[in-house]
C-alpha cells in the first residue's frame, strides 16, 4: 500500500489529536476524528482545525465522510473507517473509557488490517490497548510533539519534537512504515524503530524524573536545571525508573529531549553542572515563553492528572518485578494528594 493511501485515524480531538490531524489533512489525507460531542461541536462551528506556533494551518472539517484534505469529525466509533491505524490521544486517566467505546463497535469481524497505538506518555496504555484489541493490532508508539489547546480553539504546536513508531514484535513491519511516510509527509518528524521498548522507557524515565519534580516546585522546565536538590530529584527518580526497565530486559537509549542512557552514565554531581549550564536565565524575560511539563499545565489549570498512568503503574511494575521504588513512591503519593481530580479527601 502507497504511503498515500494509508489510512491513519485519531481518537480525541485535544492538542495532540488536533495536531495529527490537522496536518495529515493539510498533506492531503483523509482523516476520521473520533471526538467527545462537545468538542466536535466546537470544530464543527468554527469550521477548521487551526494550529500555529511550530505548524501554522488550518484544516477543513466536516460532519460527513473524509475526504483528501478535510478531517471527519464523528462521535460514534462505528464511523471509525475499516483498516485503519488508530492513534488513542485522550488522556491517560480517559483512556480505558475511550477503548471501551471504540472496541465495542470497531474494527469489525472482517477487518484484518486495523491496528492501535497510543501516544499517552507511560506504559500502561499499550497493555490496555492489547487487552482490548489483541496484541497483534497494537503499534508502539511515542511523541514529544508539544501541543496545547488556547482558549480561542486554536492548538499552539509548541514544538515539532520527534514521533517513534515500532512493533513490539522489534520487526520491521509494513504498517509502521507506511504510517512513518504519512507522518512525515504530513510535516511530523516520525522514525520507525525496532527498539521501542527502549524508547517508551526512555520517556517514561524522563516523564517520571520530571513531572513530580516540576509539580511539586512550581518550577519550569527550561528553569528547573538552577536548583541542583531538583536535578537531584530528578535523577533519583529517573534511575529508579531506568532499574524498573532494566529488571525486565530494557535498556536506556538516547533521544533528543530525553537522553536519557547518557544521563544514566554520569553522576548526580555532573548532570547538576549538566542542567545549569543548560537553565534559561534565572529572571525570566518578560514576554518569553515558559516552557512547563504537560503535568504541571494540567496542576496550574486545575484539570486531572495523569499520577496514575505514570507514578502509579511504573511503582506496581516495580513492585511485581522486585525493584526497590521508594522515590517513585513518595512522588506517586504526593502527587496523588495534590491532583484536582483526585476523587476523595
Ligand atoms: N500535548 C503534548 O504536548 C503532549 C506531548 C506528548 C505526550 N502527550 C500525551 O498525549 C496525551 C494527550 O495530550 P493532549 O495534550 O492532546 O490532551 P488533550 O488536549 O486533553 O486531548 C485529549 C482529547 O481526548 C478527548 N477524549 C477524552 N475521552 C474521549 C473519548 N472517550 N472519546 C473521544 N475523545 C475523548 C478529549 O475530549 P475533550 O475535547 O472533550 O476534552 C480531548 O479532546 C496525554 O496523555 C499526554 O500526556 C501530550
Known amino acids: ?83 485503519a491505524g488508530l492513534i488513542f490521544t485522550p488522556k491517560g486517566h480517559n483512556l480505558p473509557e475511550a477503548i471501551a467505546q471504540v472496541r465495542s463497535a470497531w474494527p469489525g469481524a472482517a477487518d484484518d488490517t486495523a491496528w492501535v497505538c497510543g501516544i499517552q506518555n507511560g506504559i500502561v496504555k499499550d497493555d490496555l490497548l492489547a487487552k482490548a484489541f489483541g496484541p497483534e493490532r497494537v503499534v508502539g ?14 492548538v499552539a504546536v509548541t514544538s515539532r519534537g520527534a514521533t517513534f513508531l515500532g512493533e513490539f514484535s522489534e520487526q520491521p513491519s509494513a504498517r509502521v512504515d507506511a504510517a512513518v511516510a504519512a507522518l512525515v509527509a504530513a510535516g511530523i518528524p516520525t522514525q520507525a524503530v525496532t527498539n521501542i521498548r527502549t524508547v517508551l522507557w526512555s520517556k517514561m524515565c524522563n516523564a517520571a524524573g520530571l513531572f513530580a519534580v516540576t509539580c511539586l516546585s512550581r518550577v519550569t522546565s527550561n528553569r528547573f536545571g538552577h536548583y541542583g536538590e531538583l536535578v537531584r530529584a530528578y535523577m533519583g527518580l529517573v534511575r529508579e525508573t531506568a532499574a524498573v526497565a532494566a529488571a525486565q530486559g530494557i535498556p536506556m537509549g538516547d533521544y533528543p529531549g530525553f537522553p536519557i542512557k547518557s544521563y544514566l552514565a554520569r553522576s548526580d554531581d555532573e548532570m547538576v553542572a549538566y542542567f545549569a549550564e543548560r537553565a534559561a536565565p534565572f529572571t525570566p524575560t518578560p514576554g518569553a515563553p515558559e516552557s512547563r511539563t504537560s503535568m504541571l499545565q494540567d496542576l496550574l489549570a486545575g484539570r486531572p492528572l495523569e499520577v496514575d498512568a505514570i507514578y502509579g503503574d511504573v511503582v506496581e511494575r516495580g513492585e511485581r518485578v522486585g525493584v526497590p521504588v521508594p522515590r517513585l513512591t513518595l512522588a506517586r503519593d504526593l502527587v496523588r494528594a495534590i491532583d484536582p481530580g483526585r476523587r476523595s479527601p
Open 141 to 154: 508508539a511515542v511523541t514529544i510533539l508539544g501541543g496545547q489547546r488556547e482558549p480561542d480553539g486554536r
Open 1 to 83: 500500500m502507497p504511503p498515500s493511501d494509508v489510512r491513519l485515524a485519531i481518537v480525541g480531538a485535544g492538542a495532540l489529536g488536533q495536531a495529527f490531524a490537522g496536518a495529515l489533512a493539510a498533506a492531503g489525507g483523509a482523516v476520521t476524528v473520533l471526538a467527545t460531542p462537545r468538542t466536535a461541536a466546537q470544530l464543527l462551528g468554527a469550521g477548521a482545525i487551526r494550529l500555529h506556533g511550530a505548524v501554522e494551518l488550518s484544516a477543513p472539517v466536516t460532519d460527513r465522510a473524509a475526504e483528501p484534505g478535510v478531517v471527519a469529525l464523528t462521535t460514534d466509533p462505528a464511523g471509525l473507517p475499516a483498516g
